[in-house]
């Protein structure tokens, strides 16, 4: 790896915390990220958007920020945009392509448009949540079928559901986190996830991780909470498989204009072992039980380097002209 001269960077903001649901697993992403940051000699500091107006990161002299943020305002093109306003360059993904993918529905349009694979679905709008509306989705979705909001992280809001009976209660549950909510087929399988560095035709995929959780339940508490889940990393997936789900992440990372990093995940179904996109993440978790710290430690890559790798990357959709 490239040595990098660290204090090129100049002040860091690594902006945490924020105010969306997501905002406990930020903070410890946020607080990996800036620890790792200054140990590798970088001027960084911790910056909460929800306590500090962002207009303080001009007038306090910051060059550059890590955006440890996730969900809304944070992971949705929000703080993107006002980063571009006051033209200071922030890792991940720009305005558009962070706004698209956190839209889970708008996600799903794009890939099917360019044939990548992600299972059916149903978008039910605020005044489409009735019993009469939502007993029928699984006319066409079959069961059991996944209820999510359609714009949200970290398995909020998410329920499997068995029967008919529990649509209505798996839509209202969806719907506290998001007036949209998707409904979306129920892929029986593996459940994998493959992070992303770079951009265009420069972007790299690192290794697939498989996830194995207690019952097959990877919610929020076995996603950050728990010891049960497994990762495996190797995948210990047939080498082919691993290099086909290698390439369609690659793809839909350059369809939705993703650069800096991402990590998609995937259901790889039983019967056939076709993948299937569901969602792609362009703030990922930092946290002690993060995925793509794993992928890269597993390229040959510590969390640390991760971390300065990501900051050298930062930029902006629009930087200024130069005179």
Not at 114 to 121: A, D
Not at 262 to 274: F, H, N, P, V
Not at 301 to 306: F, K, V
């Amino acid at each position: 790896m490239t040595a990098i001269d660290v204090k090129s960077f100049g002040k860091v903001a690594v902006l945490m915390g924020g105010d969306s649901a997501e905002r406990p697993v930020s903070l410890m992403s946020g607080e990996g990220v800036l620890k790792a940051l200054l140990s590798q000699g970088v001027d960084a500091h911790a910056f909460d958007p929800s306590e500090r107006g962002l207009h303080e990161l001009k007038t306090e002299g910051f060059a550059r920020c890590f955006i440890a943020l996730h969900g809304r305002h944070g992971e949705d093109g929000s703080v993107q945009g006002a980063l571009e306003l006051l033209g200071i360059p922030y890792t991940g993904s720009g305005v558009m392509a962070s706004a698209v993918a956190m839209d889970k529905v708008m996600t799903k349009r794009v890939w099917i448009a360019e044939g990548l694979p992600t299972p059916k679905f149903r978008r039910l709008r605020r005044g489409e949540h009735g019993r009469e509306v939502t007993r029928e989705v699984p006319d066409t979705l079959g069961l059991p079928l996944i209820v999510k909001p359609a714009r949200e992280g970290s398995s909020f809001g998410v329920t499997k559901v068995p029967g008919y009976s529990g649509m209505h209660e798996a839509v209202a549950f969806a719907a506290q986190f998001d007036p949209d909510v998707l409904c979306e087929e129920f892929i029986e399988g593996d459940e994998v996830t493959c992070p992303v560095l770079g951009e265009g035709d420069a972007a790299v995929a690192l290794p697939v991780i498989r996830i194995q959780a207690p019952d097959g339940k990877y919610d929020f508490e076995h996603k950050y909470h728990s010891d049960e889940t497994q990762y495996h990393c190797p995948s210990g997936l047939p080498e082919a498989e691993e290099r086909e789900i290698q390439r369609i992440v690659v793809e839909a990372y350059r369809l939705l204009g993703c650069r800096g990093w991402g990590r998609a995940d995937l259901m790889i179904r039983a019967s056939d072992r076709q993948p299937f996109l569901l969602e792609m993440n362009t703030s990922p978790g930092m946290t002690g039980h993060s995925l793509v710290p794993r992928s890269a430690q597993a390229a040959g890559m510590s969390y640390e380097q991760l971390c300065v790798h990501l900051l050298a990357g930062a930029s902006l959709d629009n930087p200024p002209a130069k005179a």
